[in-house]
């Protein structure tokens, strides 16, 4: 319960620090890259997509090694599971 009402609360903090930044940084900017150049978007527009696409691009690996770790816990688990039922040897 407590910890619900915390993350509500990070959550609002959060919410309105983005909403302050986006009103601090509404000026219109225009991203020239190497082989195409963005159309003119906001500042705040375009710090939220970078931010966003270096989110995704930082999930990729979770994605690929989270279900070999998965894998490899649960073969260990078996592992432990069928030392434990094994005879002692003296």
Do not use: C, H, T
Not at 27 to 51: E, H
Request: a negative charge.
């Amino acid at each position: 319960m407590i910890s619900k009402v915390l993350y509500g609360a990070l959550f609002l903090v959060v919410l309105l620090a983005a909403i302050a930044f986006g009103g601090e940084n509404s000026q219109l900017v225009s991203l020239d890259l190497v082989f195409f150049a963005l159309p003119q978007m906001s500042l705040f527009v375009l710090v939220l997509g970078a931010m966003a696409i270096g989110i995704l691009i930082g999930l990729i690996p979770s994605l690929i090694l989270v279900p070999y770790l998965k894998l490899k816990m649960n073969a260990m688990s078996n592992r432990v599971d069928m030392l434990e039922q094994a005879p002692a040897q003296e």
